[in-house]
């Protein structure tokens, strides 16, 4: 008997859904759409997985490798190694670092409406492949909610059809990020409010990689004249 993860798969090759036409306002939202919001947006951003957790600021007004501020540390300020440590790392990030445009990987062909919720639609894409090494877009699918009146994307989510491996030794039975959007109001635009990723899976067959982790934004400022 195969495996039901196997089989939804299968049926997805089989028997595909059926393609729609994505109204303008939605294909315009997803054109201008960033994963993580808009630029020149200072905000507190909370990370928890398990025990651990940590709370940092950015500041967009500040110099480059100056912008984040480690706040907290498992629920602690920060000793002093813990700060050297934490501005050491981000200094050796890339400051140009700006997020994937999930748009360009949806495969339009695959746009499925799925249904309405209230003032909300929710549409169905299949992923394309972002590269030749990319092994994990064909097992994913992304689910949008789009709230009509203020053409805005509320959330996002990109989860697995079925199991997969992304690399030799690797083993994903499932995972899922969602994000989540505030609605625009006259005073702020549209910003990202939470992330939350789960992820199923082991290494080499005996190393767990199962995670739940969950990334909050708050305290959002806009430090530039308007």
Same mark, same amino acid.
């Given at each position: 008997?195969?495996?039901?993860?196997?089989?939804?798969?299968?049926?997805?090759?089989?028997?595909?859904?059926?393609?729609?036409?994505?109204?303008?306002?939605?294909?315009?939202?997803?054109?201008?759409?960033?994963?993580?919001?808009?630029?020149?947006?200072?905000?507190?951003?909370?990370?928890?997985?398990?025990?651990?957790?940590?709370?940092?600021?950015?500041?967009?007004?500040?110099?480059?490798?100056?912008?984040?501020?480690?706040?907290?540390?498992?629920?602690?300020?920060?000793?002093?190694?813990?700060?050297?440590?934490?501005?050491?790392?981000?200094?050796?990030?890339?400051?140009?670092?700006?997020?994937?445009?999930?748009?360009?990987?949806? @495969?339009?062909?695959?746009?499925?409406?799925?249904?309405?919720?209230?003032?909300?639609?929710?549409?169905?894409?299949?992923?394309?492949?972002?590269?030749? @090494?990319?092994?994990?877009?064909?097992?994913?699918?992304?689910?949008?909610?789009?709230?009509?009146?203020?053409?805005?994307?509320?959330?996002?989510?990109?989860?697995?059809?079925?199991?997969?491996?992304?690399?030799?030794?690797? $083993?994903?039975?499932?995972?899922?990020?969602?994000?989540?959007?505030?609605?625009?109001?006259?005073?702020?635009?549209?910003?990202?409010?939470?992330?939350?990723?789960?992820?199923?899976?082991?290494?080499?067959?005996? $190393?767990?990689?199962?995670?739940?982790?969950?990334?909050?934004?708050? @305290?959002?400022?806009?430090?530039?004249? $308007?």
């Amino acid at each position: 008997m195969l495996k039901p993860g196997l089989l939804l798969l299968l049926l997805l090759h089989v028997l595909p859904l059926q393609a729609e036409s994505l109204p303008p306002d939605l294909a315009a939202a997803l054109k201008d759409f960033r994963s993580d919001g808009p630029k020149g947006w200072g905000y507190t951003q909370t990370t928890v997985a398990g025990s651990e957790s940590l709370v940092e600021r950015f500041n967009p007004a500040e110099p480059d490798f100056q912008r984040w501020t480690l706040v907290r540390k498992n629920g602690q300020a920060p000793t002093p190694d813990e700060t050297r440590d934490y501005n050491e790392g981000r200094s050796r990030r890339s400051s140009g670092a700006t997020a994937p445009r999930l748009q360009d990987q949806l @495969d339009d062909t695959s746009a499925t409406f799925v249904r309405t919720e209230g003032e909300r639609t929710v549409w169905h894409f299949r992923l394309q492949s972002g590269g030749l @090494d990319d092994r994990a877009a064909s097992f994913m699918a992304v689910t949008i909610t789009f709230h009509q009146p203020t053409r805005t994307i509320e959330q996002v989510e990109i989860a697995s059809i079925a199991p997969f491996s992304p690399v030799f030794g690797v $083993k994903i039975a499932g995972t899922m990020t969602r994000m989540h959007y505030s609605l625009p109001t006259p005073e702020r635009p549209s910003l990202l409010l939470a992330v939350t990723i789960q992820v199923r899976g082991r290494a080499f067959w005996f $190393k767990s990689l199962d995670q739940d982790m969950t990334v909050t934004y708050t @305290d959002q400022t806009y430090p530039f004249k $308007k």
